[in-house]
């Protein structure tokens, strides 16, 4: 993992002020997309900073930032048994059925301009006889063409009119971002950071692929999970198609992905690609200085842009393995402000994995307010890459480090520590450490290998619990 805001992967990171384990602080640039905590679930608030990682958008239509570390070398993997390959040539068969979906009016023109192109299905030969050219057409008939259930055209039929684009406005802001249908009771998952303007007194609206709006309220949304749930207002006319969601734990390197949402508004547009990596440390952030997002993620090469986020990334059988986030654009980063933008996707995507989207929306439709899991202690942001320190000073350098009585201190961690493992996964910062954290659930006990004075020590640590994003 490479360290916040390093311009090559030889780059050391620069240092940060220490943050709770268990949150942390974002970047203090860019349109601010969500409210910040007050209190982060480490205990005490964090003190402005960057959150590490190289800058990436959030991939929110017009506005929004994602940062993420960028990647050293993808590693190996294979396919997990699934279905034929999802890019295979469809059968010829009975024709499909009424073609659904649309663009925005706004968009009209660019898909004439795209469908005129992709709908040459025919090639063209030129003959040089005295008559001039002759065009030559495909003998396929377009209304005999079927595509099989497993190929991307297959799910994308069935996933497509599940997901919907979201458009959200409060704050003096408006933005366009991505959500999937999540059950029958009409609540619809997506990012927190694409829909947390319209709770400063703003409108949220869905649209279908069919064209079919309906007004939608946030029941719940986690700021440090960076997940949300809506719920559609009036849609009882609708009959609701949840997607079907994969378990991301077994999820391997190298497996079919397919990416759905719109970006830069582009409603329905579906990209491929595979899982480049999976548990890629990545703090994503509306770049406000609000605090930054914690996951442990899917990194995938399917194109994501900015609108993508909150949308379905789906497996080669089309069930959600992630909820697309952020992203790692070229130019050098930038943003989106005035609706411009340095770069594009690189195929550097990142999704939160789908099992712990699912957990904390189950809490948020339950409570309406997150659950996060801590160690009660706070860690240094910047390092050379060997582990997470745990501070010398807590916030604000007047609070205690670890905090007295906590799961930390009752297992024996002391300011100075370097924690280099939980489990078996290897703590190279304190974002890693903040992201496997939130992987677990409070009451979890877990094992943290640490470095003091030289000598390695292994504890038992039973992870505490904090409620909410404002506390």
Known sequence: MLEPRQETPAAPPPQQPPHPAGYGQGPAQGPDLHKPPQTPPGGGMPPQGGAPGGWGW???????????????????????GGPPNPWAMP????????????????FVATAVVVGGVAGGLGYWAANK??????????????????????????????????????????????????????????????????????TRGGRLTATFSDGKKYQAKVVGEAQGYDIAVLKLKGADDRKLEPLPLANSNEVAVGDATIAIGAPFGL??????????????????????????????????????????????????????????????????????????????????????????????????????QPVYPMIGATVEMGGNGNGATVARTGEGGTDEA???????????????????????????????????????????????????????????????????DDQ
Do not use: C
């Open 91 to 106: 059968p010829a068969g009975p024709p499909p059925g009424k073609r659904r979906g649309g663009l925005f009016a706004a």
């Open 402 to 468: 670890v905090t007295p009585g906590g799961p930390a201190d009752k297992a024996g961690l002391k300011p100075g520590d370097v924690i280099t493992k939980l489990d078996d996964t290897v703590i190279d910062s304190g974002p890693t450490l903040i992201g496997t954290i939130w992987t677990h659930s409070p009451g979890e006990k877990v094992q943290i290998t640490f470095e003091r004075g030289g000598d390695e020590r292994k504890v038992e640590v039973t992870l505490g619990t904090r409620k909410g």
């Open 129 to 198: 006889g005295d008559g001039g050219t002759t065009t030559v057409s495909s003998s396929t008939d377009p209304k005999t063409l079927n595509r099989s259930p497993k190929s991307v055209a297959g799910i994308a039929a069935k996933a497509v009119p599940s997901v919907v684009t979201l458009q959200s406005s409060g704050g003096g802001e408006e933005g366009t971002g991505t959500g999937f249908v999540y059950d029958k009771e009409g609540h619809i998952l997506t990012n927190n950071h694409v829909v947390a303007n319209s």
């Open 267 to 368: 409603s329905g547009t579906v990209t491929t690609g595979i899982v480049s990596a999976k548990n890629r440390p990545v703090a994503s952030s509306d770049g406000q200085g609000s605090k930054a997002s914690y996951m442990s993620a899917l990194q995938t090469d399917a194109s994501i842009n900015p609108g993508n986020s909150g949308g379905p990334l789906l497996d080669g059988k089309g069930a959600v393995i992630g909820v697309n986030s952020a992203i790692q654009p070229g130019g050098g980063g930038g943003g989106m402000g005035g609706g411009g933008q340095s770069g594009g996707s690189v195929g550097l995507g990142f999704a939160i994995p789908i099992n712990q989207a699912k957990r904390v929306a189950g809490q948020l439709i339950k409570t309406g």
């Open 58 to 80: 959030g991939a929110r239509g017009g506005s929004g930032y994602g940062q993420a570390p960028p990647p050293p070398p993808y590693g190996g993997g294979g396919s997990d």
